[in-house]
């Protein structure tokens, strides 16, 4: 059994007022690396006022970046048995992007009947190779967060900020590496929706229907004209929030 304590929880609310009706399902996000649940806020912020809304915050970002960055996929585990299925029950979908795809099905696996759903985005299924994982140098790293867009000017010119990033970046892809690991057998029994961009340099899209073999329950694929962040851009952000409020409905 690994630790998860920290001084500040791994699952943090991501709307910053208490709903006026009590919660009636859960939505558990999981960021892509480097980054922190509230990246996503600009999709699940819209999400009906009766789904609490919880995003994984790692270590080195947002609440938690005074800590030193790197965790295992254990501790991730841990704080989703301690954190969340520590709180009343609720139908539970869970949703993430590129690293936090991987997470995800991880989690939902651990969630059990408490999950109803699942919405994986900007990564690929099974075996198929990932960039991210051939990034072993902070050369690497750099060229991966220009290549993928997303991250704002300032911190690719600001030395110190720029540093931290790419550390935060580099434990979070070793995290994605051990998430990988007998990926290709891990199986869910609820509906999954996969979604991609057409032009993401990082993640191709043709391998997307690949994700129907790791769940027995049905699998929908969506393909849009976009990069790796395509999910963020308004012209697709309505689209990503209707998949989401179907997958809360599965619930």
């Known amino acids: 059994m690994t630790t998860t304590s920290s001084a500040v929880p791994w699952w943090p609310q991501l709307r910053l007022r208490e709903p006026a009706v009590a919660p009636r399902a859960r939505l558990l996000v999981f960021p892509h690396s480097g980054a922190g649940p509230n990246t996503l806020f600009p999709v699940v912020g819209s999400l009906p006022e009766h789904v609490e809304v919880l995003g994984l915050s790692l270590p080195g970002r947002e609440r938690r970046f005074g800590e030193p960055p790197g965790c295992r996929l254990g501790q991730v585990l841990d704080s989703v048995s301690d954190e969340v299925l520590g709180r009343a029950p609720l139908p539970t979908v869970v949703f993430g992007h590129s690293l936090g795809a991987l997470l995800a099905v991880r989690a939902a696996r651990l969630l059990g009947p408490h999950c109803r759903a699942a919405v994986v985005s ?86 997307l229907d690949g994700w129907a073999a790791h769940t027995s329950g049905s699998c929908s694929v969506r393909r849009f004209d976009g990069d790796h962040f395509f999910l963020l851009a308004d012209e697709h952000r309505p689209t990503v929030v209707d998949v989401l409020r179907r997958a809360l409905a599965e619930s």
């Open 122 to 207: 900007g990564q690929v299924p099974g075996r198929t190779p990932r960039r991210a994982h051939g990034t072993t140098t902070e050369e690497d790293a750099v060229r991966l967060l220009r290549d993928g867009g997303g991250t704002p000017e300032w911190v690719l010119h600001d030395p110190d900020m720029l540093g931290h990033v790419t550390r935060v970046l580099r434990a979070d892809i070793e995290l994605s590496r051990e998430a990988a690991v007998g990926f290709e057998d891990v199986r869910l029994d609820v509906p999954l929706h996969a979604l991609g961009g057409t032009a993401d340099p990082l993640v191709p899209h043709e391998p």
